[in-house]
């Protein structure tokens, strides 16, 4: 028996601890792949493979992409293939469906996953794995001109014997986790619209419509499955790995591919929720129940909401998602929310599966968009002036085309702060200290690639006077969520510098040669932004 499959063995009894046991000096990539049953001298493109060539990408990708058809043939796309298209045309922004890769992988299973990740470091071929693909800018869960792994494949939902435990593959979307366990009456702590994929959603935070009640996505975590840098697959829970599983709650994609996501159920009763919509003669009273209903988070932890400021053919609107874990039509906590006078209300009952669906309507798909956060101290007279701001700065971007700027506030309770302590903590560096925390992000659409630098300088403007005064009137907080940042923004360094040397750390443990840096350079990697912006 291979050293590798040894540790393989030990791995899942929970008995590995040091990094040299999950990858030792001597690993062998060529070792590694042999005891995944490949044997690379039989693959006429690595055959011949040498050092030399890696030093062309494109050499280097078309190696690892004929290597992976030769073992995966109906697996594997091309460019101008069917399979090819069916990735590219569905993302949900047009930045990620720009991205052009060497190929696109389908792996069904988990040593699939490691032989991907070890064809890319035999090859020098850069990769990317992809969820839902609901990020907002190029390369996210695309890799240019490498190898696209598509979990799309990898979509099982099944549940331990007393059915506490919810085992779901990366390749699934909210609306298919709903679906497959709403016959049981069960749900997890996911997403709020159905096409947003698992992975990227839990390893960011993952904010639900249950979090008051349960914490985010990532505090609901049993184990994770992670395929490590040197192939081997881990068991990942808060009694084996620890410092791993403390990691992926928050840290992202740097530490190795989740295979699979375990995660705590919770029961599923009909809901009852929608958009109450106001004017702008509103809109203090609209702030005013909103700050109430956050610090009310104790006295009805059922309730969850958001507003979204934007502009309608020239009229100001607020949009409150107001939602209730209950199917009751009239809960105490909304009733300031309802004696503001709408001009519209969707309000109803709901199952979680029609929730999702419904919410999908407002995240179009083939738009060019921008997500962007901050974070500060839920205060009501800087949120008033946070949107008389926002609504004074939209002219910027009149004229271009297809434009709908929002700006969209939502609370991190007390109550979801006590609970980022559960199983040993997060990576988010939040603390309830500093809480409640009004977490601020700009949505923005529009159609046009010429207009993209106007709208990322409209957007940056924005946040650097937003960003300015908080600091000035003491409100500001450093924290930015993974799920919402913008390419120009570097969420570790917001989980503070004790967190931050952590998560290096960490990843210098599981992934000494930093193969999950370097060879997976896209989204939010633990040194700096995606992308240095000038505006």
Known sequence: MHLWTLLGGLSALGLLTHASEIEPMNFNVTSALEDLGVDVSSIPALKSFNGIQARSAEKACAAACSGLSFLYKSQVSGQNSAGYSNFTDSFWSVQQEEVQPHCVFRPTKNTEVSTAVLLSRLTGCEFAARSGGHAAFTGASSSPGGISIWFKDMNEVTLNEDKSVASIGPGNNWLSVYSALEPYGLATVGGRASSIGVGGFVLGGGISYHSNLYGWACDNVESFEVVAASGLILTVSESSHSDLYWALRGGGNNFGLV??????????????????????????????????????????????????????????????????????????????????????????????????????????????????????????????????????????????????????????????LEKMSRFGGNALGLDKADGPVLLMHISTWWSDEADDEKVYAFVNSFWEKVIAQAKSVGVYNEYIYMNYASMFQDPIAGYGEANKAKLKSIAKKYDPRGVYQTLQPGYFKLEGAPVTGSF
């Open 259 to 416: 295979t699979k996501y375990n995660l705590y159920t919770i029961p599923a009763p009909k809901m009852y929720g929608g958009a109450r919509t106001f004017l702008q003669t509103s809109f203090k009273s609209v702030i005013n129940a909103f700050i109430n209903v956050a610090n009310n988070a104790s006295v009805d932890p059922h309730a969850q909401q958001y507003v979204a400021f934007l502009q309608v053919n020239g009229t100001n609107l607020a949009s409150a998602e107001l939602t209730y874990t209950k199917d009751d039509s009239d809960p105490q906590i909304f009733k300031q929310f309802r004696s503001i006078p709408a001009v519209s209300d969707t309000a109803s009952s709901k199952t979680l599966v029609e929730y999702v669906k419904y919410l999908e309507t407002d995240n179009p798909f083939h738009l060019r968009e921008v997500y962007w956060p901050i974070a500060v101290e839920l205060d009501e007279a800087f949120a008033n002036w946070v949107t008389q701001t926002f609504y004074s700065m939209i002219s910027q971007v009149e004229g271009v085309a297809g434009i709908q700027p929002v700006i969209i506030y939502q609370a991190i309770t007390d109550l979801i």
